[in-house]
Structure formats: C-alpha cells, structure tokens
C-alpha cells in the first residue's frame, strides 16, 4: 500500500496489540513512542493531546492502556496525519481518536478552530524533534521528526501549556544530554516536574530522559529511578519488556 505516493509496512508494537501503518522510508516507529504513551498518566474520560503524532503510535499506544480515554492526534504532515487516522480505525478507535493536521506552532486561533480550544487537555504528551540541523536527513518526513531549529522546544511547550487546563501534566520525552534545554524550557508555567532516565544498557549513560509536568505547579523537582532497557547481553530487562512488549505503566507520580 501506499500514502500519497510512499510506500507503506503494517507492524505490529505493544506484542501485537497494536498495528501501525507507517511510511517504509523516513522516521519509523520505535521505542521512544511506546516509553512516552507508558509515562502518560491518564485515566477514563481525560481528554489527550499527542503532539507531533506522526502515524499516532504514541497516542494510540496510551488508548489501548487507558479504555475511555479521548485523544486528539496532531500531526504537521498531512500523509502522517492520514496515517493516523488509518491507525485510529484499524484499531478500533474510530469513535475515541481523532487526527487533525496542524502546525505545532500555528496560532491559538487555528488550534481553536480545529476544536482544540485553550484548557481543553488534561494531558498533553509529546516527542518534540530534538536533533541540531547540522547535518540534516535527506528524507523530509524524517527530517521533519528528528530536527528541529533553536526554539522549536519552547514553542511546542507554549503550545502544550496553552492546551492543557489548570494542574493538566504535560508528558515528554527528550534525548538524556539535552537535559538542561529540557528543564529550562519548562521553569515557566510548570511545576512538579519528575524525570526519569532511560539507559540502553548498564553502566552507560542515559539515551533518553522522559519528563512529566504539572501546569502551574510549584512542586520541586523530583528525579526517578532510571529505567534499562538491556542488561549486559543485550537482552531486555523484564521491567523494560513489560512496558515495551506487555503495556505496562511507567510510574512517574505515585498519585494522579
């Protein structure tokens, strides 16, 4: 099959309980979106927002953890959004999910003309594009999802802030060197901040950190137990492959 001229795989994530159509060249799928959705702590009736979609991997990994939550898919490519609105029926979501095409960046306005008013989230997640343009990938679609230009991380931050209604948590996740970047950019507006690191394998540093936080909080910081994925043969660790195969939560809070 193809999406607007490219062709396209079925995979299956979560152990097969989820099946993605997704473009065979450019950004795939991976970890990261699976670890993000798991983070995301929300409950029956929160209204989600998945930020940068992409194919919906994320989002729609978090519907299949939490029955009865609705989610908006927000994606700037307009063949990835039609992915994702593939996905969100394939999957039967049809009547939970929906996928909209729309800049990050746009303005409130056009967000609040997609149906995305202010404080219309009680979660926001997102995997910003995180990588300097220096040497960008020749392929747009993956260009577009791994590099971004200096302030692209702000800007989705306002964006998610603006959405999120009062004591809404915004869930991220963001390469591990790029911690300070990540923190800066959420000391306004946001409080209550947990970070968890993730380790590819043991005695190495961290890959990715995933990040919750609470709009308008004045909670401290609080820095989690990190989380590995292989142990020293490169084999999962249990923990990782109850979350990446198995569906299970990442506790970033003890109490929603």
Known sequence: MAAE???TSENAVLGGRLVLRQPLSGHRVGHDAILLAAATSAHAGDHAVDLGAGVGAAGLALARRVEGVSLTLVEIDPALAALARGNAERNGFSLSVRSLCLDVAAPAAAFAAAGLPAGSASHV????PFNAPANPSPDASRRRAHSAAEGTLRAWVR?????LRPSG???LIWRADGVAEVLAALASGYGAVSLLP???KPRTPAIRILLRAVKASRAPLAILPGLLLSDSDGKPTAEADSVLRGGAPLRLVDVD
């Open 169 to 171: 948590a915004l869930t």
């Open 159 to 163: 964006t998610a802030s603006r959405l």
């Open 198 to 200: 993730i380790y590819g």
């Open 5 to 7: 001229g490219g062709a």
């Open 125 to 128: 997640l997102m995997n910003p």
